[in-house]
């Protein structure tokens, strides 16, 4: 009789266990962008890096006219 009681409140923790995991929302951060000139192409990449915790890839070929860019990918 002791072992059924056992195995049926165990069972009951497990129910109650599981059904709370599932009912909690999950959420992802997003990708978010920013872009201002740049100067150096190293600039650039530690700017983002320090400024946002991200990735900064630089816009090496433009226009003469047109500054160059740095893009910067981070979570927000």
């Given at each position: ?13 497990l129910i109650v266990f599981i059904s ?57």
């Amino acid at each position: 009789m002791v072992k059924v009681s056992t195995i049926i409140l165990f069972l009951l923790f497990l129910i109650v266990f599981i059904s709370d995991e599932k009912t909690m929302p999950k959420t992802e951060a997003k990708d978010c962008h920013k872009t201002w000139n740049f100067k150096r192409e190293n600039r650039c990449r530690e700017d983002c890096r320090n400024q946002y915790n991200g990735m900064g890839l630089c816009d090496l070929y433009t226009a003469p006219s047109v500054p160059k860019q740095c893009f910067c990918a981070y979570k927000c």
